[in-house]
């Protein structure tokens, strides 16, 4: 099958997902679209919103219409490394066996990331960059596709831990998931008081995943669409000579490289799962935000005169 067939295929699986996913999750359209994109793209995504807006629900339909392996891990203050990778123990023969925790798995939930201490969060970062893990001086790679999907809520910040930057970094989208509409919420509402149970159905399997992911990989980028997302990423950067005075007046610190890679790999999906063969600045500008308002530090100016991170992207696109 060429490379052309391939896409138009994905784009048919692509819409069936959606249609199973819609069947339990009521709205948030850019969300399941943003979430598909970075598995698509073997990347990682961190779900932000308030409690109840189904973000647990959504990651555990998706793995369900995927026919993927799911672990959820709720990180809590106590939660020790050893309790997400696995450990050492001995045997009946006296000997060292290494016994897998939760986080062997195709689709991990970390529930509430940011309640776990720095070192327990620390356990991730081979994990979601190697997709392999280190224990008792061993090397132990991860089932694939491997994919974590990170929960966070935005307002309750007593008792938690901050995600330091080199861990943010790893996540290739920071996706914002907002309340429903007033239609949407009675959906709803209608839904999740009855008893209507719905079965879904497996609409890829892990096999498929990995080879739309390389098949992402292989599509054409032209040199302008290139040259616009490095550019975008250099605005980002106070000391570039692509930074515009509003970089210079609320911006402390810009996007890495990791941002170029990820706007060129997200563009490259956007337009495979539209049904384009190749992706245009449209492309880029369309997973711009959820790449870069997790990469980018705001000054104290910026949030004195209620710049947001969103509307700072904005202006530099």
């Given at each position: 099958m060429s490379d052309k067939e391939s896409i138009d295929q994905l784009v048919a699986h692509y819409n069936a997902l959606k249609n199973e996913i819609h069947q339990?999750?009521?709205?948030?359209?850019?969300?399941?679209?943003?979430?598909?994109?970075?598995?698509?793209?073997?990347?990682?995504?961190?779900?932000?919103?308030?409690?109840?807006?189904?973000?647990?629900?959504?990651?555990?339909?998706?793995?369900?219409?995927?026919?993927?392996?799911?672990?959820?891990i709720q990180f809590t203050p106590d939660l020790m490394p050893s309790d997400i990778i696995g450990a050492e123990i001995l045997?009946?023969?006296?000997?060292?066996?290494?016994?897998?925790?939760?986080l062997f798995s195709n689709i991990i939930l970390a529930d509430e990331i940011n309640r776990t201490p720095p070192?327990?969060?620390?356990?991730?970062?081979?994990?979601?960059?190697?997709?392999?893990?280190?224990?008792?001086?061993k090397n132990y790679v991860l089932p694939s596709p491997f994919f974590v999907l990170a929960t966070q809520n935005p307002i309750e910040q007593e008792g938690t831990y901050p995600?330091?930057?080199?861990?943010?970094?790893?996540?290739?989208?920071n996706v914002w998931v907002d309340y429903p509409?007033?239609?949407?919420?009675?959906?709803?509402?209608?839904?999740?008081?009855?008893?209507?149970?719905?079965?879904?159905?497996?609409?890829?399997n892990g096999e498929q995943i990995t080879q739309y992911q390389d098949l992402i990989r292989r599509i054409p980028v032209a040199d302008n669409v290139l040259e616009?997302?490095?550019?975008?990423?250099?605005?980002?950067?106070?000391?570039?000579?692509?930074?515009?005075?509003?970089?210079?007046?609320?911006?402390?610190?810009?996007?890495g490289p990791r941002a170029s890679q990820n706007l060129i790999i997200g563009a490259k999906c956007h337009a495979a799962l539209n049904g384009k063969y190749s992706p245009d600045i449209d492309d880029?500008?369309?997973?711009?935000?959820?790449?870069?308002r997790?990469?980018?530090?705001?000054?104290?100016?910026?949030?004195?005169?209620g710049y947001s991170m969103d509307r700072l992207i904005e202006e530099l696109l």
């Open positions: 339990v999750i009521v709205g948030q359209d850019d969300v399941v679209d943003q979430v598909l994109i970075s598995i698509f793209s073997k990347g990682h995504c961190l779900l932000v919103g308030v409690p109840g807006l189904a973000k647990t629900l959504l990651v555990n339909t998706i793995a369900q219409t995927l026919g993927l392996t799911f672990n959820r045997d009946e023969q006296r000997q060292f066996k290494f016994i897998k925790g939760p070192k327990t969060q620390s356990a991730l970062l081979e994990a979601m960059q190697e997709r392999a893990v280190t224990a008792g001086g995600l330091p930057e080199a861990q943010l970094d790893r996540f290739m989208f509409s007033y239609v949407e919420e009675l959906a709803i509402v209608k839904s999740t008081t009855s008893n209507q149970e719905v079965k879904l159905n497996h609409v890829l616009y997302a490095v550019k975008l990423v250099g605005k980002t950067r106070k000391d570039s000579e692509f930074a515009p005075q509003l970089t210079k007046d609320f911006i402390s610190w810009g996007a880029v500008k369309a997973v711009a935000k959820p790449i870069l997790h990469r980018i530090v705001r000054n104290y100016r910026a949030e004195a005169e």
